[in-house]
């Protein structure tokens, strides 16, 4: 667990849960899902003596819940709002070690490249009060150690106070409702990310699926990466709905009354418009990539189709050459005593001839039809 008092002139993070709540500024108070777990009755009395209140049931259980979709809830007092964020299986990133969260069943080993292991995501809880925010991770969470690095490392430490103070165009989190956006637009960098991985993986297999000599296609991968697209589809769809609740939710707070409080409501508007929007992009793209996999599947089979028309064509033509040869030469091998050319000396290279012209007639006027060629 990680506890940070933010305020307007600096952050400090403080080394066990606070006794009362601090004149200025907010706390954010960021736990492990085991850690809050084993916590829990600790928290709440602490939320009990900082703000007043204790999180409902049913929000603790969202909040312990590992496999719980993204959405938005809230009562008179707090907002919660769920946020599923990539996590990585096998290793394969610093989240790895979380990808299924506490509690939650072990996930199956996943073949294929690594930009496919990926697609893997965990629950993020975010509990926004006045001036307090409580956020659930998974076990050792990378998303939230690297914005409390980053909140750390953009101000200067001063020893003699024991708090950071802010450097020049350094600007820290009003209110625990915009420092609940920086972390989600933080998880949601993590998809944009991933684009670029999907975007060139796909590039990849498309080139594979239409080389016309193609013969062996990784159909089980290709198969686990449409799988993957429908899943992270529905993902960012859950994802962009819990934001646009948020949205709402946000048009029915009562307006501030100093013109201060104004500009910090407009700006957590325009910031909670812009992670909709970078939701919507990644949407809009994985869209297009299953668009982009049907459209190489179906080219593929088009290919493969193609090709084999062409083989058939040929396989016909070549057919359709020998068949007056096979005629002459039944007509030649029949049991009669008197037939054409069959006495003579020279009959026999007559009736190769007559083939051979047959033959090379037939072959040339093949070509120019292009029966013959070969479709490029």
Known sequence: MRIFHIHSGGVQELAELPTQMPAQGFVWIACARPAFQ??????????????GLQLVDLHVSDLLNAQLPSHYDYTSQYDLLVFRRLATLNGDAPDAPSAAGAGAPPS???SGPPVLRR????PVGFAVFDQLLLTVHPADCAVRDAYATRLLA???TSPSEGRSSPVPGARVPTSPADLMLRVVNLMVDGYLDLRRELTRQLDHWQNELLKPRARYVNWTSLLEARLSLHMLDEICEDQRTAVQDWIDALETWALPETPLGLRELDLLKVRSRD??????????????????????VQMHFSVQSN????IMRTLTALTAVFLPLNLIAGIFGMNFEFLPLIHKADGFWWALGSM??????????????????RTR
């Open 119 to 122: 697609i893997d995501t965990s």
């Open 356 to 373: 051979v012209f047959i033959a090379l007639s037939l072959v040339m006027l093949f070509w120019r039809k292009r029966y013959l060629a």
């Open 108 to 110: 199956l080993k996943r």
């Open 38 to 51: 084993a916590r829990l009755a600790e928290i709440q009395a602490s939320l009990q003596t900082l703000v």
């Open 307 to 310: 090709r084999t028309n062409d």
């Open 275 to 296: 992670v909709l929007e970078h939701i919507e992009r990644v949407v809009h793209h994985v869209r297009r990539l299953e668009q982009s996999t049907e459209t190489a």
């Open 154 to 156: 953009s101000l200067p």
